[in-house]
Structure formats: structure tokens, C-alpha cells
């Protein structure tokens, strides 16, 4: 098993571009999750998706976008990057969103000019 | 709403020494709780949890850590810190029987001397 794959590695966008995320799990989980990591802040939960077609709102959603069509993809969107969004980013798949262990990517960062 | 502080944003010990890295949450229900590492330029691994039963956790690597309620506490320790276990350290909780998600702790990093 691959596990929880990303893609890019590394990006880099100019203000007011928009590019999608990527996240793969081949796991069978039905929960996935996106979180961003800054300095200090630990990770915040951007969105969630609790099974294809299932998404939700997480702690800082602003500016992202999600869908999920399939149990093995949950791409996140960037609508129109603001230097603010510089960050790196994790996605994440478990059983279930609450006492299960959540697996990670290997994370996107991306710096935005 | 459930958080988690932990206590000192960077930890630093000697090679041999004990590792303690503290956790605090609050939570309204009955907590899952976690601890998470993150090696350089990596995602998170689990490194234990609590969920249920036996209050003192073993995880991977020989860290434990210990719910005690009365404390609202899941400190996380190690008798013998090696020089690969420099990494950040991430608390977590979740509740129980709820729809909260999991929250993360801002993170611990702990550097290890010769």
C-alpha cells in the first residue's frame, strides 16, 4: 500500500492563481481531512470529508475549496491565492474522524508571492 | 469546545536523558487523546493513543504517556532520550460520542544533546 499520497511536493504561486491540491489514499478509509501547518499554530483542519460525495467545513475553510467524488480522492482547491495561504499543507485518511489513528501525506508546501 | 496547550514550544535534553513533554486539553466529553511526531519535512506518525481501558499507554519507540483525568493531562515520556528522537511532538483530542474533530496542540521540539 502507498498509504496517503500528495502532489506537488513544492509549489509556488503568484497572488490571485488557483491550483488544486492533490490527495490519494488507497486504504479504503472513509474519513479524509486537510490541514494547513504555520509556525506555532500546529495544524488546523480546513475540511473534512466523511465518505464520497460527504464534505464539511473546518476550522479555517476561507479561500478552499473540496469535493469528493471518489473514496480515494479529496483534491483541495485554491481559489485565488493570497500570500496568506503560504503554508504547508497535509492531508490525512482514517477510519473515522474521531478515535481512530489519522495517516499523513508527506505534505505540499507552497509559498505564495 | 475542546483544546489542547502544550506546555513549551521547544524542549531540550541530554542523550540518556528523561523526556517529558506536557500535555493539557479540556474537553466537554469524554477524550480520545493523542500523541503525533513529525520527523523534518515529513508528515505526522502516530506514536500512541488513548481511547479506552488502561490509563498508561505504550507506544512506538519506548514513549508511554498517562491520562489522568483529575489533571485533564497526557504527558508524554521516555526514560532514555536517543539522538533520533529530535523531532516535533504534537498532542491531540478528540471527544467522544461527539462530532468534534480532532485538535492539535501547537507542537513541542525537542532537541537531544550529545
Known amino acids: 500500500n502507498a498509504g496517503v499520497t500528495q502532489t506537488p511536493k513544492f509549489q509556488v504561486l503568484k497572488t490571485g492563481q488557483s491550483m488544486t491540491l492533490q490527495c490519494a489514499q488507497d486504504m479504503n478509509h472513509e474519513y479524509m481531512s486537510w490541514y494547513r501547518q504555520d509556525p506555532g499554530m500546529g495544524l488546523r483542519l480546513i475540511h473534512y470529508s466523511v465518505g464520497a460525495g460527504i464534505t464539511d467545513q473546518g476550522e479555517v475553510p476561507n479561500g478552499y475549496n473540496v469535493s469528493r467524488s471518489t473514496t480515494e480522492d479529496f483534491p483541495l482547491r485554491l481559489l485565488s491565492a493570497a500570500p496568506s495561504q503560504t503554508s504547508v499543507y497535509f492531508c490525512?485518511?482514517?477510519?473515522?474522524?474521531?478515535?481512530?489513528?489519522?495517516?499523513f501525506g508527506p505534505g505540499t508546501r507552497l509559498l505564495v508571492l | 469546545a475542546q483544546s489542547v496547550t502544550q506546555l513549551g514550544s521547544h524542549v531540550s535534553v541530554s542523550e540518556g536523558a528523561l523526556v517529558l513533554l506536557r500535555c493539557n486539553y479540556s474537553?466537554?466529553?469524554?477524550?480520545?487523546l493523542f500523541w503525533y511526531v513529525q520527523y523534518p519535512n515529513q508528515g505526522l506518525q502516530l506514536l500512541l493513543k488513548y481511547t479506552t481501558g488502561a490509563t498508561l499507554v505504550k507506544g512506538i519507540n519506548g514513549f508511554e504517556a498517562e491520562f489522568k483525568k483529575s489533571e485533564t493531562s497526557f504527558h508524554l515520556t521516555k526514560p532514555s532520550a536517543h539522538m533520533s528522537d529530535a523531532a516535533e511532538y504534537f498532542c491531540a483530542v478528540s471527544g467522544a460520542g461527539s462530532a468534534r474533530q480532532l485538535t492539535f496542540g501547537s507542537g513541542t521540539q525537542l532537541t537531544v544533546l550529545p
Open positions: 490525512a485518511s482514517s477510519r473515522d474522524r474521531q478515535r481512530e489513528t489519522q495517516y
Open positions: 474537553s466537554s466529553v469524554p477524550p480520545y
